[in-house]
């Protein structure tokens, strides 16, 4: 049967492009060797008039050009810099330069696993190099060497740039570039260098946050030894670290809108399985713009509750996930004789299991099982048990179960982007089921599975309906047994059932655990931007307002809101502190994170709220949770920014208005307030 | 060969400390108990401002806000607020009457309290005669080391007596605490200003005569990098006194001593263990290291103290037992070189480098050893240290090291870093207690007021480095850099980077975003006012 399925596949081969992003793909991390063509799902970012920039300021264009450049590209890993790189190299190619290695080899030459420190660029019709990429300044030329360390390598790529005179790109990170400045900066032979004023000016602009992109002064450049293409240099560098995709910006959206284009999905129109294909459903879901949305909208909450942007590494790993699968399913089959094979025999349990609702929120557990392996083991015997009543054995349901409960797993549940899908991942944290859901929802998404069939929602397609009938048909099963274990067997089939179509639910709704809090944090943090809508000021200021009463309660355990914990005896209150220290919410035009920062009164600088921080908050002021039940470390967060902005106001020397109320652990209490500059005591 | 008992002076626990090692370098100063850094705040008062550490014949005096004076309170009311006010945990006695501890939050506070008179004085040891004599006298004196240090001992000076403190004329825009103090009379017992500074000036510089006659300080071509970075750190603390509240400040001081005080005492543990090692390295045909060698060895006697885990180990108490075993072998091993040397290596003290009558340089004192090789080989037999270990473990101090002898006074300091078990979630810690004795073990995690001390220290040590313009952002691996110069090496454990992420998004101190790892930049906590 298998052969007969094989024979007639209808292949997409998008499917297995997609594939190629994923960890260990060819195309995962951009380098030299894939750099010729074009990434696979590029899309328009803010570098792209940086790039178009670069590309006539980094050459001498027949002499034309007497200014070189000198640009960093500062950033941690997966974030995009070599694939700018990467977007430059073809820019420059398109222009005619030549570009090799240093030793001189072409880049297509190259093995996907060979990184050449150093990319040496020649202007058409020239014989000497104009422009160096380092496009991965944050590692080492030979990592077995002894003492290596890659500041220092840096240092002598800049000094060995600086004396060729040539424009050079580099990629590095915050680390590697700092560090590279303090080996230096007391050295006074240095200081007086080209190269030197070059970091400084990359470090200084990238820290200030300034013009990003834009160049700075002009270094003059006093050639030695031979003719040298420019006679002078300009320093620009592009920070990319707390790029949000999703947050303040459409990128990943874009990708999304790439990746489901309907050319690149022409090929599935004829394939028989494609109703049932998971993959071509979810693109088809993803394609629209509801589907897009949600997803966007829960990556978002994602993003900012574990704090960490989701850098393009991830994003494209993600995407490719849900449209083409995870490759150790393969082994040495297509995407697409993988879907076909399957639905051909029925085991539609398993492509279920690619569905976006459980890739994104139950990949790590094997098709939509327990993951505790006791709880797991249990479960997988009492189906066992379910499977057995079918005498027979060849029902579909039977056959489809079978190959579920089986002990080696259907389908991998090791499927790359860890950080997200993995057992300890983002998404886990944020898995509806963790959560409340109200009663409403539980009546639709887990009743009667025959008459979810009949659900319209454009998130169940004929896979799902599919799923749902044999799962009426088992449940019908075991209405029809007598035996003393139906009771566990259907324990364990609905647990099974509502893995799948609750998180199915919940995505076709929006909803994830903390979602309303989190929207709510995604929306605090749109409005913190300047130029503001007179509406939209309004919907701050009551935000603000809202932000004032969690954080006022949250921070301490008395029914006292104006109180601010100094210690863990000591509190401040009085009218100075209420007005003072009030928060508010900062809006910085530079912030483009996925943290909120606040500002307590007139304090001098920032503190972050982080997302898990305010999610709690928000409900313990909506719910009235009793402190105890609050996980500490999060309190303590809150808590830390309030006291520390009261530590860098001037409390203490206020001449008025400024009460400490000192409460000891023995029992004894005082007030100190402060009055005409003078120290009283009050009751 | 004489017999061991006409050889080697026994004391109780262990051979007596030979004089070449009791008064040089390789002596460590007689630790003791300090159950909570409230307590070294009041020894650091005590040293500074008052003419007595304690009183003569008067027995220890804790500090208690409600403590009397026959049937009158000993504190005023406000007095008793402010004491309250630096309430510490509660100790751990386990009795119903555990009370907590208090430290003074201004020096006048101190004068009713202070430790016994005998008892150990760790705040001198090893802060005062430790690292920061060691910062200004071990690289020989300097005009510029002499303009640095009045300038430090004029900034340790105000900052402990209190940059705004309110006098009882002067109390608009000062400190609120130090206000509800100001109409207190001090009593005659504390120095005026200059004989305060004059004394700190003893004991920094080593001027003048010290009636203590301690003096573990080396002789280093370039600064000691520890005793250079724990006085730039204090130095730093006493910066931020300045504008900042001081109850505040407290903490941040409280968290410095509680931390450097005893990795101080374990790097220079380090160093017995160190020219043991070389010694048995000669006497069993090795090479004797050159000066350089020698020098490198020393300055990098802090690398790698203690590594974040986030699993228990027991290796702070390794370095107790490593350092006692290390010190009853040198003994052993300096008592029978002297017996077997007629020049007099009993009345010769071990330095780093330099000649003179009373004085042996380590180079010299192993090629003293290296031309006994042959008798001492026969004494002990090949590899040298079997037969030192038989010798050796005739002694409790030895066999017995965290029980016996000074290592139990030594383990009985460094609870100083343990996180108390109610009352320190917050707190300065460093080692987290997992499992009881015997088989107790330490999670070595600083707690988040130490993060937080050390994020704004980091902070000063670029500023002071680099400059205000190029210091550029405070990262993670500033952080990291300057913990590794106390000895917490956060690099060499896997799981430490990410908990030191976590830990650090917890208190709020991450900026930038953990994936960035080692360039996450900072928060900064709090900032020292110019």
């Not at chain 1, 700075?216 to 031979?226: I, S």
């Not at chain 1, 994104?360 to 379910?386: I, M, N, V």
């Not at chain 1, 079918?390 to 790359?416: F, I, N, R, Y």
């Not at chain 2, 009183?55 to 009311?77: I, R, V, Y």
Request: some cysteine.
């Amino acid at each position: 049967m298998k052969e007969a399925v094989l024979a007639a596949i209808v292949e997409n081969g998008f499917l297995k492009e997609l594939l190629t992003l994923q960890q260990d793909g060819r195309n995962a991390i951009s380098s030299p060797s894939n750099w010729r063509e074009a990434p696979l799902l590029e899309i328009e970012t803010e570098l792209d008039s940086i790039i178009a920039d670069l590309r006539s300021a980094l050459l001498s264009r027949g002499e034309v050009n007497k200014t070189g450049r000198w640009h960093f590209f500062i950033g941690s890993p997966g974030n995009g810099k070599s694939a700018a790189v990467g977007k430059l190299y073809r820019a420059l190619r398109a222009s005619g330069c030549r570009v090799e290695t240093e030793s001189g080899e072409e880049l297509d030459s190259l093995g996907p696993g060979e990184i050449p420190y150093l990319v040496h660029v020649y202007e058409p019709g020239k014989k000497f190099v104009t422009v160096w990429f380092a496009q991965d300044a944050s590692v080492v030329k030979n990592p077995f060497a002894k003492d290596v360390d890659p500041s220092r390598e840096l240092l002598d790529l800049l000094r060995e740039a600086w004396g060729r005179g040539v424009s050079l790109v580099v990629c590095t990170n915050w680390g590697v570039i700092e560090k590279a400045f303090r080996r230096v900066h007391t050295d006074t032979d240095a200081a007086s260098t080209g190269w030197f004023k070059a970091l400084k000016q990359a470090i200084e602009s990238g820290r200030d946050g300034g013009e990003q992109g834009k160049p700075g002064n002009e270094l003059e450049y006093r050639a030695g030894g031979g003719k040298k293409p420019f006679d002078k240099f300009s320093v620009s560098s592009k920070t990319l670290d707390n790029r949000s995709l999703l947050v303040g910006s459409t990128l990943l959206a874009q990708l999304v809108e790439k990746a489901t284009a309907a050319d690149k999905w022409s090929a599935c129109a004829a394939c028989p399985a494609k109703a049932r294909c998971p993959f071509k459903q979810n693109r088809d879901w993803l394609a629209t713009a509801k589907g897009s949305e949600r997803l966007c909208q829960i990556l978002s909450r994602a993003e900012v509750l574990s704090g960490q942007v989701i850098v393009f590494r991830e994003a494209l790993a993600l995407v490719s996930f849900l449209l083409a699968g995870c490759p150790r399913d393969y082994l040495g089959v297509s995407p697409c004789q993988w879907v076909q094979d399957h639905d051909a025999r029925g085991q539609f349990f398993a492509l279920l299991t690619r569905r976006v609702y459980a890739s994104l929120f139950a990949s790590y557990a094997p098709c939509g099982l327990e993951y505790e392996d006791e709880l797991r083991t249990k479960q997988r015997d009492a189906l066992r048990e379910l499977c057995e009543l079918d005498l027979t054995g060849t029902k579909p349901e039977t056959v489809a179960l079978k190959q579920v409960v089986k002990a080696a797993e259907p389908v991998s549940t090791d499927v790359g982007v860890t950080r997200l899908l993995g057992p300890a991942g983002v998404m886990r944290h944020l898995d509806p089921l963790r959560d409340g859901l109200p009663l409403s929802f539980y009546g639709k998404w887990d009743g009667s599975t025959r008459e979810l069939a009949h659900e319209t929602d454009a998130l169940v397609s004929e896979l799902e309906r599919k799923c749902f009938t044999m799962w009426a048909d088992l449940e019908n099963r075991l209405e029809g047994s007598s035996k003393d274990s139906v009771p566990v067997m259907y324990r364990a089939l609905r647990r099974w059932i509502s893995a799948f179509t609750l998180r199915l639910g919940a995505v076709a709704d929006g909803r994830t655990a903390f979602g309303q809090e989190l929207d709510l944090y995604l929306r605090v943090l749109d409005l913190s931007r300047p130029n503001l809508h007179p509406d939209e000021k309004k919907e701050l200021s009551r935000l603000e307002q809202q932000l004032v009463e969690v954080l006022a309660q949250a921070t301490t355990a008395e029914t006292h809101a104006g109180r601010i914990p100094l210690s863990e005896t000591v509190q401040l209150q009085g009218p100075w502190a209420e007005s003072t220290l009030r928060p508010k919410i900062a809006r910085d035009s530079n912030a483009r994170n996925t943290t909120l920062a606040i500002r307590f009164g007139a304090s001098r600088q920032d503190a972050s709220l982080g997302a898990e921080v305010f999610v709690w908050l928000e409900r313990k002021a909506k719910w009235g949770m009793d402190l105890r039940s609050f996980p500490a470390e999060l309190l303590a967060a809150a808590a830390d920014a309030r006291a520390r902005a009261a530590a860098r106001s001037d409390y203490a020397s206020e001449n008025d208005n400024v009460e400490l109320v000192i409460k000891s652990r023995e029992g004894a209490r005082f007030v100190l307030r402060r009055f005409e500059g003078d120290v009283v005591e009050d009751e | 060969m004489t017999p061991i008992p006409e050889i080697i002076r026994k004391g109780k626990n262990e051979p007596q400390l030979p004089g070449a090692v009791s008064r040089g370098f390789l002596f460590l100063p007689t630790a003791g108990v300090r159950s909570s850094p409230h307590v070294l705040v009041l020894e650091l008062f005590r040293e500074v401002f008052f003419r007595e550490f304690a009183p003569p014949k008067a027995p220890d005096q804790e500090l208690l806000p409600w403590a009397m004076s026959g049937n009158k309170p000993l504190f005023t009311t406000k007095e008793q607020a402010v004491l309250y006010a630096v309430e510490g945990r509660k100790r751990e006695s386990g009795s119903a009457h555990s009370r907590p501890y208090y430290a003074p939050a201004y020096p006048v506070l101190a004068r009713h309290s202070w430790l016994r008179r005998r008892s150990e004085r760790v705040v001198d040891r090893f802060l005062f005669r430790g690292p920061i004599a060691q910062y200004f006298r071990g690289t020989g004196k300097s005009s510029e080391k002499k303009t640095e240090l009045e300038d430090t001992i004029s900034v340790f000076y105000r900052a402990l007596k209190g940059h705004q403190a309110a006098t009882a004329e002067e109390f608009h825009g000062k400190e609120i605490l130090s206000v509800a103090l100001k109409d207190i009379d001090p009593g005659p017992g504390l120095w005026s200003e200059e004989e305060a500074k004059e004394h700190l000036r003893c004991l920094f510089a080593g001027d003048g005569d010290d009636p203590e006659r301690i003096d573990t300080v080396f002789r280093t071509t370039d600064d000691d990098p520890l005793a250079r970075r724990i006085s730039h750190d204090f130095y730093a603390v006493c910066q931020l006194e300045k504008g900042f509240p001081r109850m505040q400040w407290l903490e941040v001081l409280m968290a410095f001593l509680r931390f450097a005080l005893p990795m101080w005492m374990l790097a220079q543990m380090r160093l017995t263990v160190i020219v043991r090692d070389w010694v048995t390295q000669v006497l069993d045909g090795g090479s004797v290291p050159d000066t350089s060698a020698i020098a490198r060895a020393i300055g990098q006697r802090n690398r790698r103290l203690l590594h974040p885990t986030v699993t228990p180990t027991r290796e702070v108490f390794e370095h107790v037992e490593r350092y006692m075993r290390a010190r009853v072998e040198l003994s052993i091993l300096l008592y029978y070189l002297a017996h077997l040397d007629s020049k007099g290596l009993g009345e010769k003290t071990i330095v780093t480098v330099g000649k003179g009558s009373d004085r042996i340089a380590l180079d010299a004192l192993l090629d003293l050893f290296r031309g006994r090789q042959a008798e001492l080989a026969k004494e002990f037999g090949t590899p040298i240290r079997a037969g030192i270990v038989r010798r050796a473990e005739e002694y409790p101090a030895w066999k017995n090291p965290l029980k016996k002898g000074q290592g139990e006074n030594i383990e009985e300091f460094l609870r100083v870093l343990y996180r108390a078990r109610e009352g320190d979630e917050g707190g300065s810690y460093l080692l987290i207690r997992r499992g009881r004795e015997p088989d107790t073990a330490f999670i070595v995690f600083p707690g988040p007021t130490l993060l937080r001390t050390f994020t704004y220290l980091a902070e000063r040590r670029k500023d002071r480095d680099l400059g205000k313009k190029a210091k550029g952002k405070l990262v993670i691996s500033d952080l990291e850099d300057h913990f590794r110069e106390y000895g917490i090496e956060f690099a060499a454990t896997a799981s430490a980077r990410p908990q030191l992420l976590k830990s650090l998004q917890e208190i709020s101190l991450l900026k930038g975003s953990p994936d960035a790892g080692d360039s996450a930049e900072l928060i900064l906590p709090f900032e020292a006012k110019e």
